[in-house]
């Protein structure tokens, strides 16, 4: 288990910038694939972005590819996701979560911060 510490949300216009940092407590960071999701009202959480160990690969959901970049630093034990051109329905909170297995699911990850609201507005 790893604890996980989310930061940056707040509240932007519509194709504003954003973002989001998850700080780790533990020495074990780099051993962690690292998840972002996100989970708007009446919504199921959803799937954003992850990656891997080492940073090198990255995925994301289509609804994100091209304005949200998944990046971290490990000497830092921090992951964050810079999100651009921001759209309403971006709105939800936002979670970090860190996990074993290369996955999309969120139970495949085992630590989960306690989230960050971002709120974009029209």
């Known amino acids: 288990q790893v604890q996980l510490v989310e930061s940056g949300g707040g509240l932007v216009p519509a194709g504003g910038p954003l973002r989001l940092s998850c700080a780790a407590a533990?020495?074990?960071?780099?051993?962690?694939?690292m998840g972002w999701f996100r989970q708007a009202p009446g919504k199921e959480r959803e799937f954003v972005a992850r990656?891997?160990?080492?940073?090198?690969?990255?995925y994301y959901a289509d609804s994100v590819k091209g304005r949200f970049t998944v990046s971290r630093d490990n000497a830092k034990n921090t992951v964050y996701l810079e999100m651009n051109s921001l759209k309403p329905e971006d709105t939800a909170v936002y979670y970090c979560?860190?996990?074993?297995?290369?996955?999309?699911?969120?139970?495949?990850?085992?630590?989960w911060g306690q989230g960050t609201q971002v709120t974009v507005s029209s």
């Open positions: 990656i891997n160990w080492s940073g090198g690969r990255t």
């Open positions: 533990g020495r074990t960071f780099s051993s962690y694939v």
């Open positions: 979560a860190a996990g074993s297995r290369i996955a999309t699911d969120p139970t495949n990850f085992g630590s």
